[in-house]
């Protein structure tokens, strides 16, 4: 199991804002990097994408624990199966820390490609989220 986990990193928005924010994955669409995402579909609890060049991904919504923790899989004809949970930590003056940990079934030979690409997209993901103001 490969396991990549993102910088941590702070919001003024509060864990409240930034939890309701993410666990609506009709939201993720305002984090993604639109030149290099295509073909976006979503609801409240799944999105499918498919990132230029490369592969379509399916993520859906498993459950949450409420202001905390947001528990997404892949779903769909993914290149290999894995996990995504948000974790969101109240910080004083009504601000939050979010960062997110992703477990991934990557074969040795593609984790030599992906870790890299994963990291670096994963970390863009919760930086916008802490730069977005709600």
């Known amino acids: 199991?490969?396991?990549?986990?993102?910088?941590?990193?702070?919001?003024?928005?509060?864990?409240?804002?930034?939890?309701?924010?993410l666990t609506d994955l009709n939201n993720f669409e305002k984090l993604m990097p639109q030149d290099k995402i295509?073909?976006?579909?979503?609801?409240?609890?799944?999105?499918?994408?498919?990132?230029?060049?490369?592969a379509r991904i399916g993520l859906k919504k498993e459950s949450q624990t409420e202001h905390e923790l947001i528990k997404i899989s892949s779903?769909?004809?993914?290149?290999?199966?894995?996990n995504l949970d948000i974790h969101i930590a109240e910080k004083p003056n009504n601000g939050a820390e979010a960062?997110?940990?992703?477990?991934?079934?990557?074969?040795?030979?593609?984790?030599?490609?992906?870790?890299?690409?994963l990291t670096n997209f994963f970390n863009m993901l919760v930086t916008k989220a802490s730069e977005i103001k709600l």
């Open 1 to 21: 199991m490969t396991r990549i986990e993102t910088d941590h990193k702070i919001t003024s928005n509060s864990q409240k804002q930034l939890f309701d924010f």
């Open 38 to 54: 295509e073909k976006w579909s979503s609801g409240e609890n799944q999105c499918e994408f498919t990132i230029k060049g490369m």
């Open 75 to 82: 779903f769909g004809k993914v290149p290999f199966s894995f």
């Open 99 to 117: 960062y997110m940990v992703f477990e991934g079934d990557i074969n040795p030979f593609m984790k030599m490609m992906v870790v890299k690409p």
